[in-house]
């Protein structure tokens, strides 16, 4: 996502883009700093509302700006985005970054097969590039980052509490991902995608902490990693029956 923002902005400005992934354990455990001449496009998923609470002190260790300006940029999978947007841009201008601009994209739920499947789509993209526009605008307004307006994005909220089915709480945060050994072929895809870091070598055990995030589930090509958290598949069933609509992305600018 961030890489389509960036593809349109480096086309409309004529600058190269430099993508760097922070996903793995190895990407946070370097340091990343950033210039004033530098726009800095950051982009996070959505979880339960807000940033993911395992990778937001890795953001606020590494990450390091110079009056950059900044783009906060958060997904979401078809619920809702809460206040992520403004716990990234808090992340960006607690560094140093001036954060001019935020935006919310739907995007698949990785949770699950029907949830927002095809986003984002050929609208999305058109949404995006129309933001672009925007943003090359904003950025000719100003003389120097410290000219960029702020954007209004609230306070930052609480933790979504996911349901189950019958709208009781879900409680699955102990959930680990299970391999079915009849299609596991040992290929260590699922261990080297783990953004925790959390599956052994053996590429069955999980030993370390699961933040739910299907990095394993999705890099399977046997489809051998699943979730079996009766809490967990309920709290899915009960998204897929309520996130049906076409949630809207979001601009702040
Ligand atoms: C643990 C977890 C919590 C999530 N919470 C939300 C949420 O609160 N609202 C929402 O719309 N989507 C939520 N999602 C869906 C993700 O935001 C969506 O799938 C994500 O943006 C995909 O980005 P990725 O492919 O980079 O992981 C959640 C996903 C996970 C794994
Ligand atoms: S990616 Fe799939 S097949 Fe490969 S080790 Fe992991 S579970 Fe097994
Ligand atoms: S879902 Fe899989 S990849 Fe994600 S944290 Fe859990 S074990 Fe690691």
Redesign the pocket.
Known sequence: MAAKLAGFLSKKLSVPVENTALNLMEDREKEYFFGPDELVILTVPTYADRVPNKIEPDLRRILHFDKSPAVALVSYGNRSYGTAPAELADILKSDGAKVFTAGAFVCRHVFSEFLSKARPDRYDRAEMDGWADQIVSVIHQAESSDDLPEPELGEIGEYYKPLKEDMTPAKFLKAKPK??ID?????????R?CPMGS?DDD??TVSGVCIKCHA?VR???????YFDDPDFLSHVKMLESICVERAENRIFI
Request: charged share 15%; glycine share 4%; with cysteine.
């Open positions: 391999t079915d299609h596991c072929y040992f290929c260590g895809l699922c261990v995608s599956i590429c069955i394993c890099s399977c090509p046997e489809r051998a990693k």
